[in-house]
């Protein structure tokens, strides 16, 4: 079974199947790094970014089978912009979750 983490970074929203040790590891390899969740199932990414996400193009069970599937370790999700085209995450969505101090 794979395992994804769900990694915001600026305006992007990153699925990454590498096994990070902690949240700091994951900031240290994205500069914009804000948040992460994870590691979860294809199934808990899926239901998640599909509850979280409806302007996902294609669909998030889409993007994360695909995902899946593929050789990719990290994959930027797409989304429809407010004008309708497909691309990155520009939907006005702001991320904030404040990783735990330890």
């Not at 979280?52 to 930027?76: C, G, H, N």
């Amino acid at each position: 079974m794979a395992f994804i983490h769900i990694i915001y970074a600026g305006t992007r929203i990153i699925l990454s199947r590498k096994p990070y040790l902690s949240w700091r590891e994951i900031q240290e390899e994205f500069c914009d790094y804000t948040a992460s969740l994870g590691p979860w199932s294809e199934v808990e990414v899926t239901e998640f970014l599909s509850d979280e996400y409806r302007m996902l193009m294609p669909s998030a069970a889409t993007q994360v089978s695909a995902f899946i599937d593929s050789a990719a370790v990290i994959k930027e999700l797409s989304f429809v912009d407010k004008s309708g085209q497909e691309g990155p995450l520009d939907c006005g969505h702001s991320v904030s979750v404040v990783p735990p101090v330890t």
